[in-house]
């Protein structure tokens, strides 16, 4: 019997591409067969609106889900921040690849003057606004949406002091400038630099294939911090950061996790160093440490303002 071919699914910017290739390289190490098989999401087509008024959750990975269930494609690549904390029925993580640069970057046209002035700076996410507000409040921030590319030129075209963007995704495909800083102070989306392949939990080959590209350091730590945005979330999209790294020496994780009010003014943060034995309920224990320093009450605002 011939082997099965396995049908990689993607949206199709370079970005997303890129990691598919990436994907198909590792399962051809292995002697499987692939093939690639690129897809547009609604999130790609639909720039005029803020993700937060596309009802975010799962924008970017709806198209796949589907043309998975409809047995059009075998398994999908994402990147992993872009991914619902809850798959669809039926679709199963089956592999996180090692995580790449977690941190947040400004690309900058110019000088950095405007940093302790007044500027305007572009982000899609609620989250880099909130953080880029607690710090700068007097700056403007305006919405910025599309593939890294797409932003990159609206970048260029536009009178804006800079742009935040993920340090992997350009990293991925050569389009990290000269010109830009680490945000090393911005806490990350939770499982940011990280890439993910979800398969049908029925289809134990591609499972066991894709199985062997898993990199469980990664895993553990994108759980923790998903656990940590899926506790608090709920569903609704908020400016919520996440953070979790092991330490080798030690044998611990260390986890930092933060929730914004939108304007950036209020900021609800946890800090925690636990043994590696307490990583299953680190995220969540972390996400109700935040509801009791007034977390409740500050997610319910958030809901209530991104509904009018």
């Known amino acids: 019997m011939a082997q099965k071919v396995i049908r990689i699914g993607t949206r199709d910017s370079e970005l997303a591409l890129w990691q598919a290739h990436t994907v198909q390289k590792k399962l051809n190490n292995l002697d499987y067969k692939t093939e690639i098989i690129a897809v547009k999401s609604q999130g790609d087509i639909i720039l005029d609106k803020p993700l937060y008024e596309l009802g975010i959750t799962g924008i970017f990975t709806k198209t796949l889900d589907i043309a998975m269930i409809n047995g059009q494609v075998d398994i999908a690549v994402h990147s992993m921040k872009d991914v619902p904390t809850v798959l669809p029925t039926g679709i199963v993580?089956?592999?996180?690849?090692?995580?790449?640069?977690?941190?947040?970057?400004?690309?900058?046209?110019?000088?950095?003057?405007?940093?302790?002035?007044?500027g305007t700076i572009a982000t899609g996410s609620l989250r880099r606004q909130a953080q880029w507000w607690n710090k700068y409040p007097n700056h403007t921030v305006v919405d910025l949406r599309g593939n890294v590319n797409t932003r990159m030129q609206k970048l260029q075209e536009n009178d804006w002091k800079g742009a935040i963007f993920a340090a992997a995704g350009l990293e991925r495909i050569n389009l990290k400038p000269e010109n830009y800083i680490n945000l090393d102070w911005m806490i990350p989306a939770p499982a940011q630099g990280a890439m993910v392949v979800v398969a049908m939990a029925s289809d134990d080959f591609c499972r066991d294939a894709v199985?062997?590209?898993?990199?469980?350091?990664?895993?553990?730590?994108?759980h923790i911090e998903r656990q940590f945005l899926k506790t608090l979330e709920g569903g609704c999209t908020a400016p919520i950061g996440a953070l979790a790294r092991y330490n080798e020496i030690e044998d611990t994780i260390h986890f930092n996790g933060v929730l914004f009010s939108l304007d950036g003014k209020q900021k609800i943060e946890v800090n925690k160093i636990v043994p590696i034995e307490e990583w299953k309920k680190l995220g969540y224990n972390s996400a109700q440490e935040i509801f009791a320093n007034g977390g409740t009450k500050l997610m319910a605002t958030i809901k209530e303002s991104l509904k009018k």
């Not at 993580?93 to 007044?118: C, M, P, W, Y």
């Not at 199985?211 to 994108?222: F, H, M, P, R």
């Open 211 to 222: 199985a062997q590209l898993n990199d469980i350091e990664t895993e553990v730590c994108t």
């Open 93 to 118: 993580q089956a592999a996180v690849l090692e995580r790449a640069n977690t941190l947040d970057i400004l690309v900058h046209k110019g000088n950095l003057d405007f940093l302790n002035e007044s």
